[in-house]
């Protein structure tokens, strides 16, 4: 009990005290007392056990990881060889998978968009309407009239002009002909194709639906593509895992654009416009291709975008471009953009 009082009652040496003192004292403590090693033990088990535990929290994790995760760099490999990408788009009805490629106009047959309505109905009505005038013009008996009194008028001077009349038309046979030459075949372009049908473009809210639809042999205008029967036979799930800059998020771009200029976020809205820019041409929506063809000011939205995001003193006059631009006109332009092509998506899952 005596060493104990000793014990706690123990201060720390003084500078007067001679250093042996204290080693003494504290060497003659540590022999006494075995509870002391207790802490020191207890602390290095606890640090073993964290250890442990947090391997065991990493390898956890790696396996939700290789359960769950996947890592689009890792599926590149197909992809590339196929010259095909995965594609990821949001719209406001949902996020949905779907395939893009870009081969030449002349290996491609456009999609079918026969059963579509005329984009503008008021143009369509202003066609009939005139069509209709025309028809009017004229009755049938004075159609009539006015061809036999033709008639009469040719007879009558035909033989006086008959040679000249031959020298013309063998003149305008050969201007015909020289046209025709001139008129060449347009030159084949790199242009994109979806994975659309008659119109629509094919979204799937799941990988296993895309690869289900895929293998399914459904018509579709992506067949066309010459890997496309690669695709099938190869084709799985885990392979869906498009890319960052595949991945188009269309309905943030009008909430987005009418926080004001300072909020715009460029990459967003540059992305949205390079993928809108594939699908009116895959989809043939000459209206959404003549909003951000140049000349518009989505169009000029775009390049000032893309000069602030190159920066420098390009970048400082961008920025003052940008302030030109509307927003309420920007934004405007953009939800009927995205109102269009969302009317063309075809959700098969």
């Known amino acids: 009990m005596a060493r104990q009082s000793n014990r706690s009652k123990a201060k720390p040496p003084s500078p007067d005290e001679p250093a042996a003192e204290v080693e003494e004292t504290t060497a003659g403590s540590d022999t006494t007392e075995p509870a002391a090693e ?48 995965p594609i990821e788009i949001a719209v406001p009805g949902g996020t949905g998978y779907t395939l893009r490629a870009y081969r030449m106009s002349n290996e491609l047959t456009p999609t079918d968009t026969s059963d579509r309505e005329d984009d503008d109905l008021f143009a369509a009505r202003a066609r009939e309407d005139e069509e209709d005038d025309d028809a009017d013009l004229f009755t049938e008996e004075e159609l009539a009239e006015q061809a036999e009194a033709a008639g009469k008028a ?38 994109p194709v979806f994975l659309t049908h008659r119109g629509k473009l094919l979204l799937f809210r799941s990988a296993e639906g895309l690869v289900s639809f895929i293998r399914s042999g459904a018509p579709n205008d992506f067949a066309q593509v010459d890997t496309w029967a690669t695709l099938v036979d190869r084709l799985e ?31 967003l809205i540059i992305e949205a416009g390079e993928v809108a820019r594939d699908l009116s041409y895959a989809l043939r929506l000459p209206a959404v291709l003549d909003m951000l063809s140049p000349g518009n000011s989505l169009d000029d939205l775009d390049e000032a975008l893309r000069g602030v995001v190159d920066g420098g003193i390009g970048g400082f006059m961008a920025r003052r471009r940008l302030r030109k631009i509307g927003a309420q006109t920007a934004s405007l332009g953009w939800r009927s953009i995205i109102g269009k092509i969302s009317a063309a998506v075809d959700w098969r899952d």
């Open 38 to 85: 207790t802490p020191a033990e207890t602390a290095e088990v606890a640090e073993v056990a964290e250890v442990d535990a947090a391997e065991a929290e990493d390898d956890d994790a790696e396996d939700a990881d290789d359960e769950t995760g996947v890592d689009p760099a890792d599926q590149r490999a197909l992809w590339d060889e196929l010259r095909i990408d």
């Open 154 to 191: 040719d007879r009558k001077d035909g033989d006086e002009d008959a040679d000249e009349a031959d020298a013309g038309a063998e003149a305008e046979l050969e201007e015909d002909q020289d046209e025709e030459e001139e008129e060449e075949e347009p030159d084949a372009e790199e242009v």
């Open 237 to 267: 799930p885990v392979n869906v895992a498009p890319l960052d800059e595949d991945s188009y998020e269309l309905d943030l771009v009008v909430e987005n654009l009418r926080g004001g200029h300072d909020s715009w976020d460029p990459p």
